[in-house]
């Protein structure tokens, strides 16, 4: 399971473009563990394998070496990285018809013009501050 293990890490990491220590940075994991990964001496388990595939994204079982798709679908994806807010604001848009989800998804936009309601942190780290997000 190493070698597949390995095998499979390596692509995933070409395919975002990824270095060792990028994943280490990212994930916050050691280098000195990314290097063993990433040479077979090691197989993360648990969180660590977690934190990787989520960084990847891709399947931790994939990663493991089963036949699995490579990436988790990305309806799986959201639900699983999305706060109980978020999943409730998604729950209400999907109740609406056409023509109320087009004037929630508006008011939604008005209220990220609004300083007092805009999360400076997140715009900054994400890039999108003075960004429309009706583009994204």
């Known amino acids: ?14 395919a975002k473009g990824y270095r060792q220590v990028d994943l280490s940075n990212m994930t916050g994991l050691g280098e000195s563990n990314i290097s063993q990964y990433c040479s077979g001496a090691r ?5 660590a394998l ?5 960084v990847l994204h891709v399947d931790a079982a994939w990663l493991l070496g089963y036949d699995v798709p490579m990436v988790v679908e990305k309806k799986q994806y959201v639900l699983e990285t999305s706060s109980p807010g978020e999943l409730t604001l998604l729950a209400a848009y999907r109740a609406l018809n056409e023509k109320g989800k087009a004037h929630l998804i508006e008011q ?3 209220l990220t013009e609004l300083p007092k309601y805009r999360d400076n942190d997140t715009a900054a780290s994400t890039g999108t501050a003075g960004a429309d997000p009706r583009t994204f």
């Not at 399971?1 to 070409?14: C, D, P, Q, Y």
């Not at 197989?43 to 969180?47: A, F, L, S, Y």
């Not at 977690?50 to 989520?54: E, F, G, H």
């Open 43 to 47: 197989t993360p388990r648990g969180d």
């Open 108 to 110: 939604a936009c008005d």
């Open 1 to 14: 399971m190493r070698t597949e293990f390995k095998k499979r890490l390596k692509e995933a990491m070409a």
């Open 50 to 54: 977690l934190d990787l595939a989520q």
